[in-house]
């Protein structure tokens, strides 16, 4: 019989809107910068940038409006209007300082899980922005930890796991990246439950591992108190 005694859950995306966010100041910034080339040139500037900038600044909207800034220097040689840069610093304000709200069904599966399991977010992201969204969100008190992580990868699973749980080989790992939320943590020996979301920005993308054992995608966060306690059944 398998026991399973610690889920964890993603944050952006799994319980509230982020990417969407993202592809709405992308869109802007295009526009900002439209006189200095075309959207696909502006968009694959911006994304080798934030690539490139991931290693330094991490993830998260801090890093990603000072990419921004960078890709407008870049774009312009360096003659970017003072304008630019002042509504560039505006959008990434707002990133910060959007209202934050649970997805369809994220608190009823959340509270349900969090009667019958340890319960922990392990998210990636700005230690600051991460734990203000909790926060804002209302759903703080449903979790026994937070783990807020420069990365996710196998060791980061079985550290967190350890840490809050009886080990990955007990746990489930719940999120919308196949990258960051499910790889890593079935190669830690946990379990992985994919909640899709509409959007998937092109750095969290990877192929589903559809003959492991141990993965699942799920229609949605709802779905997931009854897979969970399903596997403790067989």
Not at 69 to 74: G, K, M, R, Y
Request: charged residues 25%; hydrophobic residues 45%; glycine residues 8%.
């Amino acid at each position: 019989m398998t026991t399973i005694t610690t889920v964890g859950v993603d944050a952006d995306d799994t319980l509230w809107h982020c990417e969407s966010l993202f592809r709405l100041t992308h869109q802007r910034f295009v526009d900002l910068l439209s006189e200095h080339g075309d959207q696909d040139r502006i968009e694959a500037q911006l994304a080798a940038t934030e690539k490139r900038n991931l290693r330094v600044y991490g993830y998260g909207a801090k890093g990603f409006t000072l990419s921004m800034i960078e890709t407008a220097l870049d774009l312009t040689d360096g003659a970017v209007d003072t304008r630019v840069i002042r509504e560039i610093l505006a959008v990434g304000r707002e990133m910060l300082t959007e209202p934050i709200e649970p997805l369809p069904g994220v608190e009823h599966a959340l509270a349900q899980l969090s009667l019958r399991y340890r319960l922990v977010l392990i998210t990636k992201g700005d230690l600051l922005h991460q734990e203000q969204k909790l926060a804002s969100s209302g759903l703080g008190d449903l979790f026994a930890a937070v783990e807020i992580v420069s990365e996710k990868d196998a060791d980061t699973y079985r550290r967190v796991f350890a840490r809050h749980g009886t080990g990955a080989e007990q746990a489930v790992m719940a999120g919308n990246s196949m990258r960051s939320d499910i790889l890593p943590a079935l190669a830690a020996g946990s379990w992985g439950a994919l909640i899709p979301y509409p959007l998937v920005w092109a750095h969290e993308a990877a192929e589903a591992p559809v003959e492991h054992p141990r993965y699942a995608e799920l229609g949605s966060i709802s779905e997931l108190p009854a897979w969970v306690d399903s596997l403790g059944a067989s």
